[in-house]
Structures are given as structure tokens and as C-alpha cells.
């Protein structure tokens, strides 16, 4: 069991560090080449890594092959609840402690990446996902 999970930490992380390129390339493109502002840029950049985290996490992280309805959305919950507490902190770090809009980003990314991982873990991607198909 503790091989397993280590083994789910290490394929995860692999992910999320993907993830975490696409998501910070676009939030940097979009706030610093086309000035659309950081708010604006995090929705942006967590909207184009959503679908890439589902795909790779689904069949490479924790192999589930079989697609239904009932993941789909419980994926869409987990990834709205990590999103707002990332989002919470980071508009905390920059309204609040007045940190710079990149940094309080690359900060605030790691959160979600461990609230969703939990989710993803134990409510969504399950045997009974695959089983429910």
C-alpha cells in the first residue's frame, strides 16, 4: 500500500509540474505579453490545464480507463474546490501582503495541487469510477 501511494505521489507530481507549466505559461502570456490583467490571466491559465490534468491523471496517474458521467463531474468539483481555496490565497498574498501577482501565483499553485490531489485520490478517479462505466 505505501509503495502504491508513493508511487500515485510520484506520477502525480510529474503531472502537476506539467500542469503547473502550462497553467503559469499561460497566466504569464496572457498577464505580461497581452495585459490582460492577473486575475483575469489565473482563470485563463487554470481553464487550459484543466483538461491536460484530467487526461494525464485519469490514465496515467491513477489508471482509470472507462469514462462516465458521475467522474467527469465529481473531477469538475474537486477541480472548483481547489481552485477557490488557490484563488483565496492568492488574492490574500497580493491584496492583503501586497506580493507581486507572479509570485503570489507560484505560491498559491502548490495549495491546489495537494487539495486536488486528495479528491482526485479518493473521490474521483476509483475503482468504483471504472466500476460505475
Known amino acids: 500500500m505505501k509503495k502504491l501511494f508513493a508511487y500515485d505521489i510520484v506520477r502525480?507530481?510529474?503531472v502537476g509540474i506539467a500542469n503547473t507549466l502550462v497553467i503559469f505559461g499561460l497566466f504569464f502570456l496572457c498577464n505580461?505579453?497581452?495585459?490582460a490583467g492577473a486575475i483575469?490571466?489565473?482563470?485563463?491559465?487554470?481553464a487550459g490545464g484543466l483538461i491536460s490534468n484530467f487526461?494525464?491523471?485519469?490514465?496515467?496517474?491513477?489508471k482509470t480507463?472507462?469514462?462516465?458521467?458521475?467522474?467527469?463531474?465529481?473531477?469538475?468539483?474537486?477541480?472548483?474546490?481547489?481552485?477557490?481555496?488557490?484563488?483565496?490565497?492568492?488574492?490574500?498574498?497580493?491584496?492583503?501582503?501586497?506580493?507581486?501577482?507572479?509570485?503570489?501565483?507560484?505560491?498559491?499553485y502548490p495549495l491546489y495541487g495537494l487539495i486536488f490531489y486528495f479528491l482526485c485520490k479518493y473521490m474521483v478517479f476509483t475503482a468504483r469510477a471504472d466500476a460505475q462505466a
Open 32 to 35: 505580461e505579453l497581452l495585459g
Open 40 to 46: 483575469w490571466s489565473n482563470r485563463v491559465g487554470y
Open 55 to 62: 487526461t494525464l491523471n485519469k490514465h496515467w496517474t491513477f
Open 12 to 14: 502525480y507530481t510529474t
Open 65 to 108: 480507463h472507462k469514462y462516465n458521467f458521475l467522474e467527469i463531474v465529481l473531477f469538475l468539483i474537486s477541480f472548483a474546490v481547489s481552485y477557490i481555496v488557490q484563488f483565496l490565497i492568492f488574492r490574500l498574498l497580493m491584496d492583503s501582503l501586497g506580493w507581486r501577482d507572479g509570485v503570489s501565483a507560484l505560491l498559491a
